[in-house]
């Protein structure tokens, strides 16, 4: 199990979703950390025993740019080692003992709501609606297929069209775990061939902290 300790940089938000705390509307006090706050929060996190901090803020193009986004980021992690830190021997032997269970991750990944994004995107993309209208179309579906106890992917195209009844039948391609994780083919994506590459790299790269005669040729599974 990976646990995932949050780090909120910001809750200024452009966006008024109904159900969350940083709604523009709200009349709560917004705050924005420094870069050095960032660190010291993250500091804090990796004394407490957290490796993987998730870095959370609203959507604001003012306080939360790009720029401020990847100063963050490369004050937590100036050498590009964002998420595992290669030295960390809990880390690496955990994933060297790791045997990972195909069967049930195919599961576990099916399981919940994944696939909301894909369906968001798809109401974005194909039928042209603004992200914003499509995430409240995807959360009252969602809502539905969680009130009907079935996975998004289960959810008759009847129901789902009393709520959008632009969807067409396409839809269904867009709800499987195996066509979302294929669909994310940009960088950092999940794409089958970009989760290799990562993997050769990560290789070689634990390989190296390895005492010399224990190394062996770092190798990605097919
Ligand atoms: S865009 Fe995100 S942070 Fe902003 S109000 Fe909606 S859910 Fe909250």
């Known amino acids: 199990m990976r646990l995932f300790a949050p780090l909120y940089l910001s ?18 006090l917004r705050v924005t950390l420094e870069v050095d706050e960032v660190v010291a929060e993250a500091q804090h996190l990796a004394r407490q025993g957290f490796r993987q901090i998730l870095l959370v803020a609203g959507e604001h193009p003012k306080f939360v ?3 401020y986004l990847a100063e963050c980021v490369r004050a937590l992690a100036p050498d590009g080692v964002a998420v595992l830190n290669a030295d960390d021997a809990r880390v690496t032997g955990m ?20 696939t909301a994004t894909d369906l968001a995107d798809y109401l974005v993309q ?4 603004p992200f914003r209208e499509a995430h409240h179309i995807t959360g009252r579906i969602v809502a539905v297929a969680e009130k009907e106890g079935v996975a998004l992917s289960r959810l008759p195209l009847t129901t789902m069209k009393e709520i959008e009844p632009r969807l ?34 990560w290789l070689k790269r ?15 599974r097919p």
Not at 107 to 113: H, L, P
Not at 126 to 129: P, S
Not at 175 to 192: D, I, M, N, Q
């Open 65 to 67: 740019s790009r720029d």
């Open 11 to 28: 809750n200024e938000c452009i966006n008024n979703c109904r159900y969350c705390g940083f709604s523009r509307d709200n009349p709560i």
């Open 126 to 129: 194909k039928i042209g609606l």
């Open 95 to 114: 994933a060297r003992d790791m045997e990972p269970d195909a069967a049930r991750m195919k599961k576990a990944a099916g399981a919940g709501y994944a």
């Open 168 to 201: 067409g039948e396409d839809v269904r391609s867009v709800l499987s775990p195996e066509r979302s994780v294929k669909s994310r083919t940009s960088f950092g994506g999940t794409a089958p061939a970009n989760v290799r590459r990562e993997a050769r790299k």
């Open 206 to 220: 634990l390989e190296k902290t390895k005492p010399p005669g224990d190394r062996v040729a770092a190798r990605a």
